[in-house]
């Protein structure tokens, strides 16, 4: 930024020999603008939309969004949304109270740093690795669906469902902690004689746990909106009710289910970042000086020991109330379509149309993770003169986080024809609410200095937003936006219903056929497909990481 307060709109790298001769000039975008690059997708996109509008359901539009201010409050209705409710919430917390167990074991298994202390060979964690990133490659609405054909519809399907991706996801994050750590207390410990588990446990253990109980709380609303879209798609609790009312046009009783479950998001987020700052910040509320200290970090301790310990009991309770048996995944059914040896027809999967399943797929990864992650800073920047604008966006962003995808497909069939685009809007409207809560808590979390300080020297709101925040959020949000596309792509198969090219839509109907050798290749294929976008966000990540 220079002296007047204003930043160039690019900035100059210069490389070569040093007396300028030859030397290349390569451009590139200011730290501010660079989180805006992202939302330049909108001029192309608002281009494009008048050709695939129809407005053939723009009256029904239009009703349903009135029906936001008058939800049915008959007794009938606010008893089935609740009952829906608490089916959703207690599908969650089962699912990720099992992903934390299963992650933290598997997670543990895959550490270089365990395996190095223990054996003195890294060789079985890369392996364990390598094929944990199979179960997290798979979206959660597909282990859904093929496990509700396998052992039919039951309430454990559904947290199963949950627990296995997000087990492989909480492994990777807790191998990656463990690997980052600072060993040098864990190999003085294994020098003095002590066991490999009590060293681990003593060296390890207290500076794990706070990343783990941050990203633990994350994986917490995941789950409760994966809880969501597998009852979109039939698997009980709130979201069958959502799809249910939606096809019946009852956009009244629709809106009573989406404001108690947004009430339930957002008393689940605040919760969470309340204990996140008290137990993961103590010195902001003053409980790290000398003296309170310590009783500080033990009330801490304590709280957090009774938390876990709460934890089991609640989960018996809940697993009973909802009829959740884990005998009941042991009795399968025989597969329809699958019992002799012609059952797999090599003949119709080379006839699948796969360059355009593949090239359908990443379009629509691309186009919905540059929207996702465009859409938060240009929403922010533009309302910033304005509070109240600034609350209807937070109010958007909630509201966007906690309306699955499908769903809001089906609401923008009523203006657009079925495509890649449509899709694309559906995914990337969601994920930009997820999107603008991290990037409004990234600026919450920050110091708000230098927009003080341009705001006092008379510059406007959104200059001020625009030079005083943005600089240092950039590239981290950015990061996470690699990490979203990653996520996109294994998301791409919910929006399969609205006819959008790509293997999500294909693998649907493979599905609804029983043509299960097509199914294979296809979740093999997306498998192999998320794998490689895994690698590529992770090292952009590490790339943007690096720079900021």
């Known amino acids: 930024m220079t002296g007047g307060g204003e930043a160039p709109a690019l900035q100059g790298a210069a490389s070569g020999h040093n007396g300028g001769a030859g030397r290349r000039i390569l ?15 909108l ?29 049915s409050l008959d007794p009938l209705v606010l008893r089935s949304a ?3 409710l608490a089916t959703t919430v207690g599908m969650a917390l089962l699912g990720w109270a099992a992903s934390l167990v299963l992650g933290l074991l598997l997670g543990l298994a895959s550490s270089r740093t365990l395996w190095r202390s223990c054996w003195g060979q890294l060789w079985p964690a890369g392996l364990i690795r390598r094929l944990l990133a199979i179960p997290r490659a ?14 039919g519809l039951q309430p454990v399907v559904a947290v199963v469902a949950i627990a296995i991706p997000f087990g492989a996801l909480v492994a990777r994050v807790v191998a990656d902690l463990l690997d980052g750590l600072d060993t ?14 009590a060293a681990l446990l003593t060296a390890l253990g207290p500076p794990l746990l706070p990343g783990l109980l941050s990203y633990g709380g994350y994986r917490l609303e995941c789950a409760l909106r994966s809880a969501t879209l597998l009852g979109v798609f039939g698997l009980g609790g709130l979201g069958t009710d959502l799809k ?3 096809q019946s046009l009852e956009f009244h009783e629709l809106w009573t289910g989406l404001w108690l479950l947004l009430a339930v998001m957002l008393a689940l987020e605040t919760g969470l970042g309340r204990l996140r700052r008290r137990w993961l910040m103590p010195r902001r509320l003053g409980l790290s000086r000398a003296g309170g200290g310590r009783a500080g970090v033990g009330v801490r301790a304590r709280e957090m020991v009774l938390a876990m310990a709460a934890l089991l009991p609640l989960s018996i309770g809940v697993a009973w109330a909802l009829g959740v048996d884990p005998r009941a995944l042991l009795a399968w059914q025989p597969l329809q379509g699958v019992g002799g040896s012609g059952w797999i027809d090599g003949g119709q999967l080379l006839a699948l149309p796969w360059p355009a399943l593949i090239g359908g797929t990443l379009a629509l990864t691309l186009l919905a993770a540059v929207l996702a992650v465009g859409l938060p800073p240009l929403q922010l920047l533009v309302s910033a003169p304005w509070p109240p604008a600034r609350l209807l966006v937070r109010l958007s962003w909630a509201l966007a986080r906690l309306w699955p995808p499908p769903l809001t497909a089906l609401l923008l069939l009523l203006l657009l024809q079925p495509g890649v685009v449509t899709a694309a809007l559906a995914m990337g409207l969601h994920n930009a609410g997820i999107l603008g809560r991290l990037l409004a808590e990234a600026l919450a979390d920050g110091s708000p200095a230098n927009e003080q300080a341009l705001a006092s020297g008379g510059v406007g709101p959104r200059l001020a937003l625009l030079y005083g925040r943005y600089p240092a959020i950039a590239r981290p949000y950015l990061a996470y936006g690699a990490y979203r596309a990653d996520v996109l792509l294994r998301e791409t198969v919910v929006v399969g219903m609205v006819g959008a090219t790509g293997l999500g839509s294909q693998l649907l ?3 609804s056929s029983f043509a299960w050798d097509q199914l294979l290749a296809l979740v093999a294929v997306y498998a192999l497909l998320t794998l490689l976008g895994e690698e590529l966000s ?6 943007l990481l690096q720079g900021a």
Request: hydrophobic content about 55%; proline content about 9%; overall charge positive.
């Open 509 to 511: 109907e493979s599905l």
């Open 138 to 151: 798979i979206h959660e609405l597909l282990w859904g669906l093929l496990l509700l054909q396998l052992v």
């Open 538 to 543: 992770d090292r952009v990540r590490r790339r």
């Open 184 to 197: 040098g207390r864990l190999d003085a410990l294994r020098l003095a004689g002590a066991p490999a588990p």
């Open 82 to 84: 609740l009952t829906g």
């Open 27 to 41: 451009l590139r975008p200011a730290a501010p603008l660079l989180v805006l690059l992202p939302s330049l997708v």
């Open 43 to 71: 001029l192309p996109l608002l281009a494009i939309l008048p050709f695939l509008a129809h407005g053939g359901g723009l009256d029904l539009l239009g009703q349903f969004a009135l029906a936001a201010f008058t939800p």
């Open 244 to 246: 249910l009312t939606l």
